[in-house]
């Protein structure tokens, strides 16, 4: 949810309009990022004596929307008070964060007015409906990095994708996007759907689609480091190095190649899927 002006057909507190004289809306919004979980805190101030009086008798409340938009979660929290505070588990937030204050008709207002209407509306009374605004707050984006361990989670930095096409077109990787795209042709994806539920030949995919990208994404970031600093997946490969006591930065391109660093992240995937392919086939063996 963004907020964006747009005109109501009765007067709403917002400091981007006159339908007020001398009132104010604000709310103090901070967000605490700790283990496994953040904690988002709203604190209002409102001016404004009626809409107070309509808070405190229960036809009015603060409200705030929180938003994100990378995870598809959504919140609505109200309260009388002038605190709201609600804690999230990680797992249902990543990126960026909106939170939109406001205050809402908790009931039907029948003859809503106000004594501090702009003069073009004094005298005049409305009919609000349950939900409605009746006060707006600026909005806050907030940024929210991810705990570290998450982060350090090499296939959660990667998204695999299906070319609109059927020709044997070759495995194709963009990394301009907080994840790194794999782009397959649309014969190369539907196999990697079968594969990706088989357990046991997930180290072979991570040989196969994951090494050689990780391959090229450190090939690029030998010319383009900096290009790529402000991106999640480049965070991520960065918590997955230090797990390992390797600091990325430029000199680490100087002393180690681009296939030694993706073979160190993904601990070995080669010896991992040639492991995954004789089990398999001694299984495979062993039923007939």
């Not at 008070?81 to 990126?95: M, R, S, Y």
């Not at 999640?232 to 990325?248: C, D, M, P, Q, Y």
């Amino acid at each position: 949810m963004e907020i964006k002006y747009k005109l109501y057909p009765y007067p709403v507190l917002w400091s981007l309009n006159d339908d007020y004289n001398h009132s104010a809306f604000s709310a103090d919004i901070k967000a605490r990022n700790e283990y496994k979980k953040t904690t988002i805190t709203a604190d209002f101030d409102l001016t404004n004596d009626d809409l107070s009086r309509y808070i405190a008798g229960g036809k009015a409340e603060y409200l705030i929307h929180i938003e994100c938009s990378l995870t598809a979660y959504r919140k609505v929290l109200t309260s009388s008070d002038k605190h709201i505070e609600i804690v999230i588990d990680d797992t249902q937030l990543n990126g960026k964060i909106s939170i939109c204050p406001f205050i809402v008709a908790k009931t039907d207002i029948l003859n809503y007015s106000n004594s501090d209407f702009n003069q073009d509306y004094l005298g005049a009374a409305f009919n609000v409906e349950k939900g409605a605004i009746l006060a707006v707050s600026e909005q806050v984006n907030i940024n929210l990095t991810k705990d570290f361990d998450e982060l350090a989670n090499l296939p959660s930095i990667f998204t695999i994708c299906k070319k609109d096409t059927t020709d044997p077109t070759p495995m194709e990787v963009e990394l301009d996007s907080e994840k790194i795209r794999i782009n397959l042709n649309s014969v190369d994806f539907k196999n990697y759907q079968i594969m990706c539920k088989m357990n046991s030949m997930l180290p072979v995919l991570h040989t196969s689609l994951i090494f050689p990208a990780l391959v090229f994404v450190f090939e690029k970031l030998r010319t383009d480091y900096n290009e790529y600093e402000d991106y999640r997946w480049f965070r991520g490969i960065s918590a997955a190095l230090k797990k390992v006591n390797i600091t990325f930065d430029e000199d680490t391109f100087n002393n180690k190649t681009s296939i030694e660093l993706a073979q160190v992240l993904l601990a070995l995937p080669i010896r991992n899927a040639f492991s995954a392919i004789v089990s398999r086939d001694s299984s495979e063996e062993d039923d007939v």
